[in-house]
């Protein structure tokens, strides 16, 4: 499992030129299951990403698509852990 934290590394205004298309992206991965929860960071100075893909690799491949990423407006942080522990509705995150 994996949190991306990305940090803003440009002004809110050009942040949210590219919010649509982030948040339109955020939803392709999604609907293909590569991320599992996601949000602002408080205060807004970037976000997370909850992702349970099995390769880093392949996350840093998607993350490179982010649109965030294209236009060069934030940055990513990529931190590998393995859960071992959840709340019984959670359990599918646990390893095998």
Known sequence: ????????????EEIDKHLAAHVDYLKQHYEKKSFIASGRKVPRTGGIILSNL???SELE??????PFSLN???????????????????????PD
């Open 72 to 94: 060069k407006v934030a940055e990513f942080e990529i931190i590998e852990f393995v859960p071992s522990m959840t709340l019984p509705e959670f359990s599918n995150l646990l």
């Open 1 to 12: 499992m994996f949190i991306v934290s990305l940090s803003y590394i440009k002004p809110i």
């Open 61 to 66: 491949r998607i993350l490179q698509q982010d």
């Open 54 to 56: 099995e390769s880093k």
